[in-house]
């Protein structure tokens, strides 16, 4: 076993929270009260619904303290790693990022904007089948991928 050094480790994936609330008038206002008054920012979210319940799919800047906030409130929730990939400003942009995931078959189960813009440019969350690889081929094509340090507060 060989000795590991901080130039081996690779930097913190950005945490996505999947939070699963009944669909209701007021639920969504009453997560986002509850994590900005632990000081907890929503950086990216989108919502899944039926007609009994919603799923709401967020990224925050500090997924360590979420996690307790959410267990200590009884709120349900699953985890999950994903990218976050800063676009260019161009109107080819997204078009050129679908074309490089392809390519290496990659394939991507959904994807959502952020709220807010590190760095002054648009960001694309992607959940995709071989992170891994995806991150390999984002970089070798000159794109920058985020991870949780670039929008941790």
Known sequence: MGIQTTQDRQPEKISQFTVFMENKAGRLLELVRLLESHEIHIIGFTIL??????????VVDDPQNARKILAENGISYTECSLIALELP??????????????QAEINIYFSYPFLTRPYGKAVLALRVED???????????????????????
Do not use: H, M
């Open 49 to 58: 619904d039926t007609s009994e319940a919603s799923t709401i799919r967020l």
């Open 89 to 102: 400003q161009s109107a080819e942009d997204l078009r050129k990022v679908l074309t490089v995931l392809l």
């Open 131 to 153: 992170e891994e690889l995806a991150i390999s081929v984002l970089l070798r094509n000159n794109y920058r991928v985020l991870f949780q340090k670039d929008i941790s507060r």
